[in-house]
Nanobody
Framework: HVQLVESGGGLVQAGGSLRLSCAAS????????MGWFRQAPGKEREFVAS????????YYADSVKGRFTISRVNAKNLLYLQMNSLKPEDTAVYYC??????????????WGQGTQVTVSS
C-alpha cells in the first residue's frame, strides 16, 4: 500500500502548539478524502479528524474539537493538522491516512509512517 509521509512532530509543553504535515502523491490527493489518527503506546488507534477532497466535509473527535484544525491544499498535495492548547493526553504517534472521512481506521486505504508528538506537563 502507498505510504504517506508525515512531519512536524516533536516535544511541546502543555498549552503549546504544533502543526503536522502530510505529503503524498498527486494521485492520492486528487482522488481521496484524508484523515488523521493517533496511537499511544499499548493503546488502540484513535480517530482525530478527517476531511473530504473539497473540504466540504470536516469531522473531529470530541476530544480535540475546538483545539485542532484539519486542512488540505490539494494543489500542493499537502494535508495539515494544526494542534493548539495541547494536553499531555495528546501524546501519541500521529498518522495521516487516505481513502475515507470515516472515524474507523480500517476504512482507510493508505497510511503514513507516523510522527511522534509528546506533550509534557
Amino acid at each position: 500500500h502507498v505510504q504517506l509521509v508525515e512531519s512536524g512532530g516533536g516535544l511541546v509543553q502543555a498549552g503549546g502548539s504544533l502543526r503536522l504535515s502530510c505529503a503524498a502523491s498527486e494521485r492520492i490527493f486528487s482522488n481521496y478524502a484524508m484523515g488523521w489518527f493517533r496511537q499511544a503506546p499499548g493503546k488502540e488507534r484513535e480517530f482525530v479528524a478527517s476531511i473530504s477532497w473539497s473540504s466540504s466535509r470536516i469531522y473531529y473527535a470530541d476530544s480535540v474539537k475546538g483545539r485542532f484544525t484539519i486542512s488540505r491544499v490539494n494543489a500542493k498535495n499537502l494535508l495539515y493538522l494544526q494542534m493548539n492548547s495541547l494536553k499531555p493526553e495528546d501524546t501519541a504517534v500521529y498518522y495521516c491516512a487516505a481513502g475515507s472521512v470515516a472515524s474507523s481506521w480500517n476504512e482507510y486505504n493508505y497510511w503514513g509512517q507516523g510522527t511522534q508528538v509528546t506533550v509534557s506537563s
